[in-house]
């Protein structure tokens, strides 16, 4: 009876210390690419600014550019909401404002490392060996970033999916569907800065912990021969 109750311990410890390292890996990769993601947002207001620009250059108003017209009239009220759209406050503001939570990663990093320690312990505690446990967690590490990898790789085709999707559509029903789609390669091209960089973490932390899962592999079967 001990026994299993030891066993049925060991195996709650286990699958509660994975679940926290899980968290914790998830958490890093996560909140490494919003710290890209917002690290990149001057890119992206640039960016829309240049496609808006691009878009007004395009509209013909009694029978010549928009741009020739407000220069004319710069006091016409349509130019000054056209001219508004470059110059914005609020926009800059809201820009600004998303920046400030760019300081917040740093403390889902310290919260993930703790979380990383304590499962540590907990797989420890399921295992009663160091050189186990360590194999288990590197080899887990791998693998979830291995799977990220693959996440983050399709991530840009999630948001593709998004912006098509007919509740997206229905919202924008009223604006002309060249500057959807000019809006949304934007944000595409983007949103692909932050997710390279996060899959090449994603790369680095999988190559890492497979060698050293390798290695404490090996090293588990050197103590097995020495034992015998």
């Known amino acids: 009876m001990n026994e299993t109750l030891k066993k049925i311990l060991k195996f709650f410890s286990r699958s509660l210390g994975f679940f926290f390292i899980n968290s914790a890996i998830i958490l890093i990769l996560f909140a490494f690419f919003t710290y890209s993601s917002i690290n990149n947002l001057d890119s992206l207001k640039t960016s829309l600014q240049?496609?808006?620009?691009?878009?007004?250059?395009?509209?013909s108003y009694n029978g010549i550019t928009i741009e020739e017209y407000c220069k004319l009239k710069p006091q016409?009220?349509?130019?000054?909401?056209?001219?508004?759209?470059?110059?914005?406050?609020?926009i800059d503001q809201a820009f600004n404002n998303v920046k400030v939570y760019q300081s917040?990663?740093?403390?889902?990093?310290?919260?993930?490392?703790?979380?990383?320690?304590?499962?540590f312990v907990f797989v420890y505690l399921g295992t009663s060996s160091l050189l186990i446990a360590s194999y288990k967690v590197s080899l887990n590490i791998s693998i979830n970033s291995l799977l990220a990898?693959?996440?983050?790789?399709?991530?840009?085709?999630?948001?593709?999916a998004m912006l098509n999707a007919p509740r997206f559509q229905d919202l924008t029903k009223d604006a002309p569907k060249e500057y959807i789609n000019e809006i949304t390669n934007v944000i595409l091209t983007w949103i692909k800065i932050p997710v390279s960089a996060t899959v090449k973490l994603s790369i680095i932390l999988t190559g890492i912990f497979l060698v050293i899962a390798i290695i404490l592999k090996i090293e588990q079967k050197k103590r097995l021969k020495i034992t015998k």
């Open 50 to 59: 240049i496609s808006v620009q691009k878009q007004i250059s395009n509209i």
């Open 104 to 119: 917040y990663t740093v403390s889902v990093v310290f919260i993930a490392i703790i979380l990383f320690l304590l499962g």
């Open 76 to 90: 016409d009220e349509n130019c000054k909401q056209i001219s508004s759209l470059s110059n914005n406050p609020e």
């Open 149 to 160: 990898t693959i996440y983050f790789n399709f991530l840009p085709n999630i948001i593709k």
